[in-house]
């Protein structure tokens, strides 16, 4: 049986790591997380936390990676500690709407930003949008080590550009260290809600950093890559987002700089000149653009997996001539580009991020059954165990509930979707005999395993 080549080295899996967070995150949140908290240091603060707790996730993954070195990521982990059912359901939310659902929106966030740097229309910049997600799929198609070649160019061309304008904000003398000390003892009222707010923003600028463990099947001496690549590539984003949102501060003093995207404009114009938004535009693009290459390199291979474990179509497992998980690739690239010529339904992600979010947890948690009923150890143990994989489930859990105060009928309406994937799991299963993994305690019974 055709398997996937192991080409992706540590420089390739680190570059994978700061594509695929370093989005329009960064771009975005500094401004209302400045505005939420007033003060400056404590905005630095959350983004080194939120670095600590990125930290601890990649530890607990980085096992997880060693002990089952094999495409699918947390699909993985959970059909092997829990069961293919628990395993299918992640699998079903990510192919049906998270992952091309994440996709159109990096999409249509380039096509927006092209709008603005070149003044294209709504509808082009949708056709943008659709053309470069068909592009970067096609290059994926050809060939897995094209695919990471690209994310490679994109990540080093994304670092030297943020490092420019890092370097040039602090160089040009525009700004004034004053903007630091600046109401740094105050806090407004529902100080409490702000910080979470800030939480929940930082998170989402962070997210994606799991997504290296889906290509852990295509890394070269994996238990010793995964690792030094997620703590390298997280380090290497911690540095970056506290150096920018500094730029950010120094150069745009509180209250002055708009909201979102012009938070970022403001800079590049006082930086910059006249043309600095423009060249801010142009930076977001390069950086949304390799991020969009990392999703569409890594998401495939979660239903690529499931294709080959017998829980869903056998055609979605198959490899092309090449070596690439061709009809999981197409279908991501169909079902993003759908959405984008229907752009309101990437409103309905929202209704997801709640359950995506708990999958991202129970990922994590897998490690406590699989440390007790997962065979061999592996050559690499998450440092601090097990305080390190408490650390962070405890920081998912305080994420859950803010997302769950925040929309109670978004969340619940998500998980409610995604069980709705239950009867498919076992149509699809049906007339197979799946084998359980190897610390299985399935959480639901009867289930045609043998």
């Known amino acids: 049986m055709q ?23 960064i771009f975005l949140a500094p401004a209302a997380m400045i505005q939420m908290l007033v003060s400056p ?5 959350i983004w080194l936390g939120m670095g600590l707790m990125a930290f601890s996730g990649a530890l607990t993954y980085a ?3 060693a002990r089952y070195p094999r495409a699918g990521g947390p699909y993985v982990y959970l059909r092997e500690a829990f069961g293919p059912d628990i395993a299918f359901l992640y699998g079903w939310m990510s192919l049906v709407v998270m992952d091309p659902g994440v996709t ?19 509808a082009q910049a949708r056709a943008v949008a659709i053309a470069t997600i068909l592009l970067l799929s096609g290059a994926n198609i050809a060939g897995a080590r094209i695919g990471a070649a690209g ?21 040009s003398g525009a700004g004034d260290w004053s903007n630091f000390r600046s109401h740094a003892a105050t806090l407004p009222s529902g100080s409490l809600f702000s910080l979470g707010g800030a939480f929940v923003l930082a998170f989402f600028a962070y997210g994606g950093w799991w997504d290296l463990n889906k290509l852990a099947g295509e890394v070269t001496r994996p238990e010793r890559t995964v690792p030094r690549a997620l703590l390298l590539g997280i380090g290497a984003v911690t540095l970056l987002y506290m150096l920018l949102t500094a730029a950010f501060i120094y150069v745009v003093p509180a209250g002055q700089g708009g909201e979102g995207a012009a938070f970022g404009a403001e800079l590049g114009r006082r930086v910059l000149g006249p043309s600095g938004g423009r060249i801010v535009a142009g930076i977001v693009i390069v950086s949304v653009v390799g991020s969009l290459a990392a999703v569409i390199m890594s998401a495939p291979r979660v239903y690529y997996a499931m294709g080959r474990d017998g829980l869903f179509v056998p055609a979605i497992g198959r490899l092309s001539r090449f070596g690439t998980p061709v009809v ?9 580009s759908l959405m984008v010529a229907w752009s309101s339904f990437v409103q309905l992600v929202g209704y997801f991020v709640f359950v995506a979010v708990l999958f991202i947890g129970l990922g994590a948690a897998t490690i406590f059954v699989l440390r007790r009923h997962g065979g061999e150890e592996p050559r690499y143990g998450a440092w601090g165990y097990p305080l390190t994989p408490l650390f962070f489930l405890v920081c998912v859990a305080a994420l859950l509930a803010l997302l769950f105060m925040d929309n109670p009928t978004r969340a619940l309406t998500g998980v409610g979707v995604v069980a709705l994937g239950w009867p498919v799991f076992r149509l699809t299963t049906r007339s197979k005999r799946v084998a359980p993994g190897t610390g299985t305690r399935p959480l639901f019974r009867n289930n045609n395993i043998q």
Do not use: C
């Not at 159109?104 to 709504?122: M, N, R």
């Not at 999981?328 to 079902?335: D, F, H, N, P, V």
């Open 328 to 336: 999981a690739i197409l279908i991501q690239a169909g079902l993003a």
């Open 3 to 25: 398997t996937l080549d192991r080409h992706v080295t540590l420089s390739g899996a680190v570059a994978v790591v700061i594509a695929e967070v370093i989005a329009v995150g």
């Open 151 to 171: 994310v490679k160019a994109l990540a080093v061309l994304k670092v030297l550009l943020l490092v420019l304008i890092i370097g040039w904000s602090f160089g």
């Open 104 to 122: 159109a929106a990096l999409a249509l966030g380039l096509g927006e930003y092209a709008g603005h740097a070149a003044g294209v229309s709504p």
């Open 63 to 65: 096992e997880l990676a």
């Open 41 to 45: 240091l404590l905005v630095l603060g």
